[in-house]
């Protein structure tokens, strides 16, 4: 999908910059082989700048996503947020753009399609191990019940005296 922004008068040197806020649709992604769902549109907001090879974009962005918790996998909804700083090039101007993890190329004179700036931004606004809450226990390796909600029906196994100190340190881990 995607999200166009007419800029022909920063191309034209109109103007030096231009706002937008607005609120956008975002699809659905899958990250670290689990599903992100967007649980309404994205808050971005951001300037324009014109400068001789292209376009600047400095903003943010305020997204609801409904993620899988890494203890207890269960689903769970989590606001994040995104600081953007990208480029958009002419054609041929690219290399002007080192500082930048990613430089998009303005295709129109007249426009500039935002998504795919937004999606990476959105991607790397989220943790690697998402948890639902600090305080969750997850499951139990052996029986799988929820911790969270249950006791375990697991047979706890007598530790060798001499083996405690082991157990210690993996449980501080």
Excluded at 12 to 33: A, H, I, K, P, T
Excluded at 47 to 56: N, Q
Excluded at 125 to 144: D, H, L, R, T, W
């Amino acid at each position: 999908m995607k999200i166009i922004i007419n800029v022909k008068k920063l191309y034209d040197y109109e103007e030096v910059y231009q706002e937008e806020e607005s609120d956008y649709e975002l699809e659905d992604f899958e990250l670290f082989s689990e599903a992100v769902k967007l649980k309404g549109p994205a808050h971005v907001s951001f300037r324009l700048s014109r400068v001789r090879s292209g376009i600047i974009l400095d903003g943010r962005m305020d997204a609801r996503v409904e993620l899988t918790c890494v203890r207890c996998l269960k689903r769970f909804e989590k606001d994040v947020e995104a600081e953007m700083h990208e480029a958009f090039a002419i054609p041929g101007f690219e290399e002007n753009f080192e500082g930048f993890d990613d430089v998009y190329m303005i295709e129109r004179q007249s426009e500039i399609d935002i998504e795919p700036a937004l999606h990476s931004n959105l991607v790397v606004s989220i943790p690697s191990n998402p948890i639902c809450n600090e305080a969750c226990k997850g499951i139990c390796e052996g029986c799988g019940a929820d911790l969270n909600t249950e006791t375990c029906a697991c047979k706890k196994e007598e530790i060798d005296p001499r083996l405690e100190i082991l157990k210690k340190l993996k449980d501080s881990l």
